[in-house]
């Protein structure tokens, strides 16, 4: 199997939340600590961390030692800067890879076994991108296929690789992941997320 790179997606502001989600506490740790320890136990590629607001809190309160972290000082873009940043760190870093794997940091029920079977997927089809599915919704975690970075680095703004996915859902594959419908962006919805 070839290595996919992992992008964890963590530099928002989490402004409708009030403080860092990445720092939130999901089974006895932080939900940016939960997508690094997963990304690393699935041993599918290198883990990139994409930090943005509080970075410096959150670099104090999390173990990145087996992960490498990019900073993105244009943060309150959005979405599509950190996204940018990452996929321009792979190309880069690993101009032979075959694709890369975006998460974000705040769906608790994402596991090591969800993105292994991903990898699999994505090595064993012709598709050249492998999303999640959950509540009517086709989405993150995604694996796309190295053809796409040049549309994922044309991004720009509050938008996230959705957009990309929906508009080449001929080239998808799409798995199964119903715990993909708990994100975190509230503090009701952290309040009512079964730890």
Do not use: W
């Amino acid at each position: 199997m070839s290595d996919i790179p992992i992008i964890i997606l963590a530099a928002g502001t989490s402004s409708r939340l009030g403080r860092p989600k990445q720092l939130l506490l999901f089974n006895g740790k932080a939900l940016l600590q939960h997508a690094i320890d997963v990304s690393i136990a699935s041993g599918i590629g290198p883990v990139f961390v994409v930090l943005g607001y509080h970075s410096d809190i959150i670099r104090s309160k999390v173990d990145f030692s087996a992960a490498d972290i990019l900073q993105n000082d244009d943060y309150k873009e959005g979405m599509s800067s950190s996204i940018r940043i990452g996929i321009n760190h792979v190309q880069q870093s690993i101009p032979e890879t075959k694709g890369a794997l975006i998460l974000l940091c705040d769906q608790p029920g994402i596991s090591s076994e969800l993105l292994e079977k991903m990898a699999q997927k994505f090595n064993r089809t012709r598709k050249n991108i492998v999303a999640c599915s959950y509540s009517d919704v086709v989405g993150v975690p995604v694996i796309f296929h190295h053809s796409f970075f040049y549309s994922l680095m044309g991004l720009h703004g509050d938008i996230g690789a959705r957009k990309v996915i929906l508009s080449n859902l001929d080239y998808v594959t799409i798995i199964s992941f119903p715990e993909g419908a708990v994100d975190i962006d509230t503090e009701k919805d952290y309040f009512f997320t079964p730890q």
